[in-house]
């Protein structure tokens, strides 16, 4: 399989590298491209937890837009906490200035009993809402996201599915 | 090159064995190959690999909000190298597999497959002769089991083109090919027989000389 490598002249292998690079470059773009058209830094997350049952599940994949200022009681909005780099998907129970005035949002997951409070960082009792919220939910595909949450509790499956994409690509010269 | 076994029923497998074997075939003739397709291709390409891992570190190092506006402008740069790409690909290299120069003459040789069909298409244009299309099925140089013979595969490129032919005479096959042309007469002259009358009534007439061809 290997020899087919080795009988390629430099830059034929130079273009089969390419191909690789390609695929991975094109990827990512397309997720900044995403970033850049809904101003969030990230537009696609992954429900982590069940504190938005019977809403939203463990696994599902949610589509975030984040040009829309004046964010409403009752949007699910996903945040992170200050300091942290965890995105918590919960709903505004309560919003605070607006219009010319700083935008501050008080959140609680559906399934909670208490507001999310406690989750904010310490001496932190509201979000704010340019600088803390990465979007409000419009949209959601259940349970896809769900290879994600795999990829993060068993690391070695990111290298071995980038190494098996690796070597597809690689030696494939359709 | 090595005796690498292919899989004979992929169409992907047999035509890009045959390009580089033809490449290989050419540069040994001594032509000179000519990149600046290929190193066009690959300057595109690896440049917009640069735009897209400078905006990965970026957003790496500094992280959203600062790399906003970056990311922006890399993203429309990408989008046009990957569009320029595409378009060098599909337009200009267009199926290019060699593009050679020798003793001052060019050739520039595109190979093409249609789905589902074992033949290789050839489209040679070389400076005196123009555009010629010569094809030829896979079978002509393939095993049944998938291993590549280049004994015919040159000689049908030597046969085909003239100015491969003209630079690896051996192959060229210019002696069957003039012979078919214009066969020689090879006259065989019989001994004659005494001339003398025969009491039977034939004319006498000595036979002639008696033409046939000698298989060379």
Known sequence: MFSALGNLQPRQLAAQIL????????????????????????????????????AFQRGDLLFLWNRGKETQVGEIVVYNVRGKDIPIVHRVIRRFGGGSAPLQLLTKGDNNAA??????????????????????????VPFVGY?????????????AMLGFMALTVVLQRE | ??????????????????DDALGNYLRGLKFEQDNTKLDVR???????????A????????????????????????????????????????????FDGV?????????????????????????????SKQITAPFTTWFTADGYFVAKPFQQWLASSVEAIGNA???????????????????????????????????????????RSKRKG
């Open chain 2, 42 to 52: 690959l300057a595109i390409g690896y440049a917009s690999v640069v735009i897209a």
């Open chain 2, 168 to 210: 690896d005479s051996k192959n060229a096959l210019r002696d069957e090919r003039d012979e078919i042309a214009s066969p020689s007469p090879e006259v065989e002259l019989t001994p004659q027989g005494n001339g003398t009358a025969e009491a039977s009534g034939t004319d006498g007439k000595a036979k002639g000389s008696k």
């Open chain 2, 1 to 18: 090159m090595g005796d690498t076994k292919i899989s004979p029923h992929s169409l992907a497998e047999l035509k890009n064995t045959t």
């Open chain 1, 19 to 54: 191909n690789f690079a390609l695929v991975l470059s094109t990827a990512f773009m397309l997720w900044k491209g995403l970033s850049v058209f809904t101003n969030s830094s990230s537009p696609i997350v992954v429900v982590l937890s069940g504190s938005m049952e019977p």
């Open chain 1, 115 to 140: 507001d999310d409070t406690e989750l904010y960082a310490r001496g932190q009792s509201y979000l704010d809402r340019s600088k803390d919220v990465i979007g409000s939910v419009v949209g959601y």
């Open chain 1, 147 to 159: 290879v994600t949450i795999l990829l993060s509790e068993y690391p070695w499956l990111k290298t």
């Open chain 2, 102 to 130: 020798r003793e001052g003459k060019k050739i520039s040789v595109a190979s093409k497959t249609k789905k589902h069909d074992p033949t290789y298409y050839l489209t040679v244009s070389s400076a005196n002769s123009g």
């Open chain 2, 54 to 97: 400078a905006t990965f570190a970026a957003d790496y190092k500094l992280g959203w909000e600062a790399t906003k506006t970056w990311t922006a402008v890399a993203v429309v740069a990408y989008a046009l190298l990957n569009g320029a790409f595409t378009y060098w690909m599909w337009a200009v290299e267009k199926g290019c597999v």
